[in-house]
């Protein structure tokens, strides 16, 4: 591995280690306020790096969801990593498959966004794992300077960092939806249809949540390609 291409990917990284010390610190925090251990949160950090999955992770803990549920719904709201990998591939220079697979555990939305507007004509190894390397370190180590911070923090404090999950989603999804219809839609009927299995008792919260996000998904996606086809 080139050193000259790794501290290259480290310098293209610094600005996504920047923008993970907040949400990893928080993370840190309502792990601490869910019960989690500083081992536990810093475990899950460390073989999950998905912040999106591990926020909802902490509200599918709390609710007392099984764990093959929480799974299970890590896996939906990640599964467009797929498409990710799949498309980065062609632009990373050959290489072994076994590097190939460790460095396509650190893509996240971030890491792929610098990634794959590079203008190199192929990226190559050493330059993806220091992008990848300060990111994830930057993801483990401020969770668990979060969870430190937590633990010294008021009990009445702890308990109040509860809201924050939802204020944190809130901030995921508002700037999202602003100008796209598609986004607002999907927003909306996942909702409802949560709501209905929220009210009716119909599924658990982590089932109530996975199928609400699939039925909400597909629905869109086959409202827009009919919108096609009459076009």
Do not use: C
């Not at 697979?101 to 004509?121: C, H, M, P, R």
């Not at 794992?129 to 668990?144: A, D, N, P, R």
């Not at 909306?188 to 919260?205: D, E, K, P, Q, R």
């Amino acid at each position: 591995m080139n050193g000259r291409e790794f501290s290259a990917g480290l310098k293209a990284g610094t600005s996504i280690a920047i923008g993970y010390f907040p949400i990893a610190l928080t993370f840190g925090l309502l792990a601490k306020t869910t019960g989690l251990s500083l081992l536990e949160a810093t475990a899950m950090s460390i073989f999950v790096f998905a912040g999106a999955s591990q926020y909802i992770a902490l509200s599918l803990i709390t609710a007392g969801v099984a764990p093959i549920v929480i799974v299970l719904n890590t896996f939906v709201v990640n599964i467009r990593h797929f498409l990710m990998t799949a498309a980065l591939n062609e632009k990373m220079a050959p290489d072994d498959r076994w590097k190939k697979a460790l460095y396509a555990f650190g893509i996240t939305d971030e890491t792929f966004s610098v990634l794959a507007t590079q203008k190199n004509q192929k990226i190559t190894t050493g330059f993806a794992v220091g992008v990848i390397t300060i990111s994830y370190g930057s993801w483990v180590v401020f969770t668990s300077v979060g969870h430190l911070i937590g633990a010294n923090l008021p009990q009445f404090l702890q308990a109040a960092m509860s809201i924050a999950l939802y204020a944190m989603f809130i901030g995921l999804l508002v700037p999202s939806m602003h100008g796209n219809r598609k986004v607002v839609s999907l927003a909306v009927i996942a909702g409802a249809i949560n709501s209905l299995f929220y009210f009716t008792g119909w599924l658990s919260t982590g089932w109530a949540i996975m199928v609400s996000t699939l039925a909400s998904a597909i629905f869109i996606e086959w409202i827009s390609r009919k919108g096609v086809k009459r076009s």
